[in-house]
């Protein structure tokens, strides 16, 4: 799903979670929680996956995940937009892969205490 300049307003907090609204090129708009954050050479990056009610749904599947960084529109506002580009997506989402599997392990290593 591909970000058209969606606000940066944080929608709303459930259980901690930070929720935003993203709207696709048709118009949908999608409720999606955000995982991660990080700044990278002045760039500040998000990453987010679709807002799932029930946990357990997670387990169940492939989870996508979502890569957009923050600019800020003509009119002052920040906004969230795709990377355009293919080099800087893969190398900011292989960034994120790294750091959500180390907290994963960190997790896990915590739990076996």
Do not use: W
Request: aromatic share 6%; net charge negative; hydrophobic share 35%.
């Amino acid at each position: 799903m591909q970000d058209q300049n969606t606000p940066m307003e944080q929608d709303e907090m459930m259980d901690g979670a930070e929720l935003y609204t993203l709207v696709d090129e048709e118009g949908n708009e999608k409720l999606f929680e955000l995982v991660d954050m990080l700044e990278e050479n002045g760039q500040v990056y998000f990453a987010l996956i679709p807002h799932i009610e029930n946990p357990a749904e997670l387990l169940e599947g492939e989870v996508e995940l979502v890569v957009l960084c923050a600019k800020t529109d003509d009119e002052g506002n920040e906004i969230l937009e795709p990377i355009e580009s293919d080099e800087e997506y893969e190398r900011i989402a292989d960034l994120f892969i790294e750091r959500l599997d180390a907290d994963a392990e960190d997790e896990e290593d915590s739990d076996n205490e």
